[in-house]
């Protein structure tokens, strides 16, 4: 079984950027979907983005896209997620996911995915 530790949260103003890590231990993630979601306080979580096993198919929320880019190193064991011009309502915990169940379609709900890590919090101040 995969475990999954993020890493890279923390405190920053808005239109700064952070690098989110994921490292994944246990088992190679290379032929698992990885993911990122998040959840802000009394909200329900949400879908940020997700590559494939190649990393030849991304997929990236509404909100994410021209802001968060998602990637992954396979040698590395390790998967991240660079975002730029934070903005405040990007407060969130931000949590790591693997999925290897999915077929024929890059896995984008949060029941896709078997394994999660236990999140790092990014607070964006204003």
């Known amino acids: 079984q995969v475990q999954l530790v993020e890493s890279g949260g923390g405190l920053v103003q808005a239109g700064g950027s952070l690098r989110l890590s994921c490292a994944a231990s246990?088992?190679?993630?290379?032929?698992?979907?990885m993911g990122w979601f998040r959840q802000a306080p009394g909200k329900e979580r949400e879908f940020v983005a997700a590559m494939s096993w190649s990393g030849g198919n991304t997929y990236s929320a509404d909100f994410a896209k021209g802001r968060f880019t998602i990637s992954r190193d396979n040698a590395k064991n390790t998967v991240y997620l660079q975002m730029n011009n934070l903005k405040a309502e990007d407060t969130a915990v931000y949590y790591c996911?693997?999925?290897?169940?999915?077929?024929?379609?890059?896995?984008?709900?949060?029941?896709?995915?078997?394994?999660w890590g236990q999140g790092t919090l990014v607070t964006v101040s204003s």
């Open positions: 246990g088992r190679t993630i290379s032929s698992y979907t």
């Open positions: 996911a693997a999925d290897r169940g999915t077929v024929g379609r890059l896995a984008t709900n949060f029941r896709d995915f078997e394994v």
